[in-house]
Every structure is written in C-alpha cells, then in structure tokens.
T-cell receptor
C-alpha cells in the first residue's frame, strides 16, 4: 500500500498567488481530512470529507481557503490569494471507516508564502 | 468544544521510563488516541483507549481514566529513536474527526 500521497512536498510562493495542494488517500478509505500544523497553533483540523462529501469545514480559516474532493481518490486544498500567515505544513489524512480508530497521515506539504 | 492539555517538553535518558500526561475536556467522549511525530515527518498512530485501564504494545503503554478525564502514554526502555513529539487526541463532538493536543516534545539523551 502506497499510503497517503501528497503533492507538492514543498511549495514556496509569493503573497497573493494561488496555491493548490493535492492529496490521494489510501485506496478503500472513505474519510479524508486536511490539517494545518504550525508552531503556534499546533495541528488544526481544517475540513473533513466522508464519501467525498464535505461534512465539517468549520476549521477552514476564511473564504480564501477552499477544498474539494471530486472523487474517492483525489482531494485538493486551495488558497487564493495566499498570505504569509498561511505558511505552515499542511497534512492530508485518511481513515478506512468513520468508526475506525486510526487516521493515516500523508507526508505533508510545507508551504512558505513570502 | 474539545480541548486537551499536555506538557510541552519532557527530557529523559536512554533506558529510562517516561510518562506523558494528557487531560481533556470534551463534549462527548469516544476515546483517547496517541500519535508520534518525528521532526519533519507525518504523525503516526500509536494507540487508542476507549475504556479505562492500561493498554500495552511493546515498549509503549497507554492508560485512560474516563472519570478523571485523564490519560497518559508510558514509554519504557527509552531509545534515542524515541525522540519525537507525542500528541494526544480525541474525536470532535460529532465523533468524526480527531482534535489534537499541542504535543509533547520528548528528547532522549545518551
């Protein structure tokens, strides 16, 4: 099993640019999560999908952030326009079922907004 | 909402035993999870306690007391490779996604 795949692994962009982060969950997993990690705020849940449907987006910081899951094997997190305070590591995670104990995390995308 | 408290840093020497505590406040409780994260890496699952008591998995054990809203991760026979951040986590109120504590950085020295 390839695990959760994220791309790119590193992204450096300038303020105001659009950023798109990509995630491929583990095959057969029906729950997908986007988290953001910073030193100040720790690991924050941004949005949660179940069976490709957004269930809880209360953690999305503001309208500049949007996430989609067009099919069971692909999700995107978009920031438009990006700001320096968006600099963080963004993790995607998947889970086999809603009642599973374990979430599997991808390697993360380290985003730097200059 | 859900909130978790854990120490920010713990230091220990190789071969020692260390306990990382976690207290939580939740609206609805489904269980306490622990994750390990090495610097620059992804969080990885260590354990999950839904019921009171101690769960042992090799050198690592996890304990839960639901009446005290408290749990801990116990690491025995510490090795240098155990140097990492350790996060406790609970499910959100809807029981659908994990909410993490701020993490405890464990430094193991020789």
């Amino acid at each position: 099993d390839a695990g959760v795949i994220q791309s790119p692994r590193h992204e450096v962009t300038e303020m105001g640019q659009e950023v798109t982060l990509r995630c491929k969950p583990i095959s057969g997993h029906n729950s997908l999560f986007w988290y953001r990690q910073t030193m100040m705020r720790g690991l924050e849940l941004l949005i949660y999908f179940n069976n490709n449907v957004p269930i809880d987006d209360s953690g999305m910081p503001e309208d500049r952030f949007s996430a989609k899951m067009p099919n069971a094997s692909f999700s995107t997190l978009k920031i438009q326009p990006s700001e320096p305070r968006d600099s963080a590591v963004y993790f995607c995670a998947s889970r086999k079922r809603e009642d599973s104990d374990e979430q599997f995390f991808g390697p993360g995308t380290r985003l730097t907004v200059l | 909402g859900q909130s978790l408290e854990q120490p920010s840093e713990v230091t220990a020497v190789e071969g020692a035993i260390v306990q990382i505590n976690c207290t939580y406040q939740t609206s609805g409780f489904y269980g306490l999870s622990w994750y390990q994260q090495h610097d620059g890496g992804a969080p990885t699952f260590l354990s999950y306690n839904a019921l009171d008591g101690l769960e042992e998995t090799g050198r690592f054990s996890s304990f839960l007391s639901r009446s005290d809203s408290y749990g801990y991760l116990l690491l025995q026979e510490l090795q240098m490779k155990d140097s990492a951040s350790y996060f406790c986590a609970v499910l959100n109120q809807a029981g659908t996604a994990l909410i993490f504590g701020k993490g405890t950085t464990l430094s193991v020295s020789s």
